[in-house]
């Protein structure tokens, strides 16, 4: 049971990223999901230290908030000249900067150290348990990262049209009266409670991992954005569910050996895709080359 629960907790964290993750890739912020990762830190220490608790309801709200400030302070960087990239390193290291601050000043005697919140630990899983009404129903890290999984596939769902406008063209969004801001804001929330959510599984930095290397697999292997969805989501059950035997195989880490996985299966789509392989365009190329030299 303690591999179906560390497998399933892996899938839901792969599919809850990855769902997110496409959205994030198409809109050309795959770099404020790293950003979002990791300034989302000091909200969760700031959560802890008014709540007294490390209930997770409280770290989602202090990261959510964060997160969209984070947002806010990228944009506003932006409209004030600075270049995109410039504005998401300074603003994603300085709010990850306070957070390690305050972690190693206010939360010494508290288990919620720098490796804890960094790298996390996907093999405790089984053993952190919710109690109901005297019976045991599994693991925390399922049920919290199970309704996150819930809340963006309805969210998504509900506003699905919207969304996808608002990706492959935010000014016609706009003129046909779609509030591209609300929308944007909603998004970059759902990224702050997921990427909360799976701390305690695979930690903030290997979180990026999932956002970003399924989506863009995915993004190599369909132009339609709902296949791109499914395709993501399966590639990242894929590399998770594989990475998890590997590292039983090699005795190392779990999310390491994910994330490696997940990159694995990039770099195959990346030289084998039907339509931007790099190998099929080579073969393509000198096809076309021989058939000039045949006709001349």
């Known amino acids: 049971m303690n ?3 560390i497998l399933l907790t892996a899938a839901l964290v ?4 990855s769902l997110l993750g496409c959205f994030l890739v198409l809109r050309r912020m ?7 990762s990791h300034s989302v830190l000091p909200g969760i220490v700031i959560a802890f230290l008014l709540s007294g608790s490390r209930d997770s309801f409280f770290m989602m709200l202090g990261a959510s ?5 984070t947002v806010f302070l990228i944009q506003l960087f932006q409209q004030s000249g600075v270049q995109s990239d410039a504005s998401i390193g300074v603003v994603f290291t300085a709010l990850f900067s ?3 601050v305050l972690v190693s000043v206010f939360t010494r005697q508290v288990d919620l150290d720098l490796d804890c919140v960094l790298y996390g630990e996907i093999i405790r899983v089984p053993w952190d348990t919710i109690t109901w009404a005297g ?3 599994g693991p925390k890290a399922v049920w919290s990262l199970g309704l996150v999984l819930l809340l963006s596939l309805t969210v998504l769902g509900l506003f699905y049209k919207q969304f996808k406008l608002c990706s492959f063209d935010p000014a016609m969004a706009a003129a046909v009266g779609i509030p591209v801001a609300l929308f944007h804001y909603l998004l970059m929330g759902l990224v702050s409670v997921t990427t909360v959510a799976s ?4 930690g903030a930095i290997l979180v990026v991992g999932m956002l970003v290397v399924p989506a863009a697999t995915a993004y190599l292997l369909t132009e ?7 395709y993501s989501m399966g590639i990242g059950v894929l590399s998770s569910t594989g990475g998890y035997y590997i590292s039983v195989w090699l005795d190392a880490s779990i999310a390491g050996c994910m994330i490696t996985a997940a990159g694995v299966l990039f770099v195959v789509a990346l030289l084998f895709s039907p339509t931007h392989g790099v190998v099929w365009r080579k073969l393509k190329q000198r096809q076309d080359v021989l058939a000039a030299g045949q006709a001349g």
């Open 65 to 69: 908030v964060i997160g969209l400030v």
């Open 224 to 230: 339609r954005l709902g296949v791109m969805i499914v």
């Open 135 to 137: 019976i045991d129903i």
């Open 199 to 202: 701390f305690e599984s695979v």
């Open 3 to 5: 591999d179906f629960w």
């Open 98 to 100: 306070v957070g390690v």
């Open 14 to 17: 792969a599919c809850s990223c």
């Open 30 to 36: 795959a770099m404020i999901g790293d950003a979002i």
